[in-house]
């Protein structure tokens, strides 16, 4: 079975904190993904990684930076944390492997909220 | 920016019913379309997929219609139960790129 763990499911920050979420996959997959989700915005791509040391955007990386120094683990860094930052942020990973790998595995979220 | 427009936002269905939840895409290079079901304080979860070279996938009670030339597709939730009350999130995708583009989610209730 898949597992994907997030360091903290609740976090409280001060506004201008910089602040780091702990994303772990037990899979071997090659990419890991960094969303946010917000009521009516759905899921929002911030980072995405397809190796290790390797980064691409997504659709909302400003305000955001990512780590990947191992293969099972990928950090997202709010450098300067913003209450607009208040959000739900969800890792998820997948295999590089061609007709498996877009399934996506999800961890079950930090709700981070920024005062 | 590529979008996949989802609705209903929310949803309210007698247990027994048809819940139907749709999407629309506008990149024709989308060739993978899953649906997510996100139950609440976990992270989403694959239920179903489609690649655009069959019209329908069912699994149980879930059912996928894919639409191509409308650029759209559907999930149908037949005899509907209170477990199945959870938000579902459409998607797509180009198998080359492995990035997933979301719709914004139907919050679905299933009344006992």
């Known amino acids: 079975d898949v597992k994907v763990t997030q360091s903290s499911r609740y976090l409280v920050k001060r506004t201008g904190e910089k602040v780091f979420l702990e994303c772990v996959q037990d899979?071997?997959?090659?990419?890991m993904f960094w969303y946010r989700q917000d009521p009516g915005l759905g899921l929002r791509l911030i980072y995405f990684?397809?190796?290790?040391?390797?980064?691409e955007k997504g659709d909302i990386p400003e305000g955001y930076s990512v780590s990947r120094e191992k293969k099972e683990r990928f950090s997202l860094i709010l450098e300067s944390a913003s209450t607009n930052q208040t959000s739900m942020y969800l890792c998820?990973?997948?295999?590089?492997?061609?007709?498996?790998?877009?399934?996506?595995?999800f961890g079950p979220g930090t709700r981070l909220l920024v005062l | 920016q590529q979008q996949v427009k989802q609705s209903p936002q929310s949803l309210i269905v007698q247990k027994g019913g048809i819940s139907i939840i749709n999407c629309a895409y506008e990149?024709?290079?989308?060739?993978?379309f899953p649906w997510y079901q996100q139950f609440p304080g976990k992270g989403p979860a694959l239920l179903i997929a489609?690649?655009?070279?069959?019209s329908e996938k069912k699994e149980g009670r879930f059912t996928i219609s894919f639409n191509k030339s409308a650029k759209q597709f559907s999930l149908h939730i037949m005899d509907s139960q209170p477990g199945d009350s959870a938000t579902y999130f459409c998607?797509?995708?180009?198998?080359?790129?492995?990035?997933?583009?979301f719709g914004t989610g139907t919050r679905l209730l299933v009344s006992p």
């Open positions: 998607a797509a995708a180009n198998t080359g790129f492995q990035k997933l583009v």
């Open positions: 899979m071997d997959h090659e990419n």
């Open positions: 990684s397809y190796d290790v040391k390797m980064k």
């Open positions: 990149n024709t290079a989308f060739d993978y």
């Open positions: 489609i690649r655009p070279d069959v």
């Open positions: 998820a990973s997948s295999t590089s492997h061609r007709g498996v790998g877009e399934t996506q595995y």
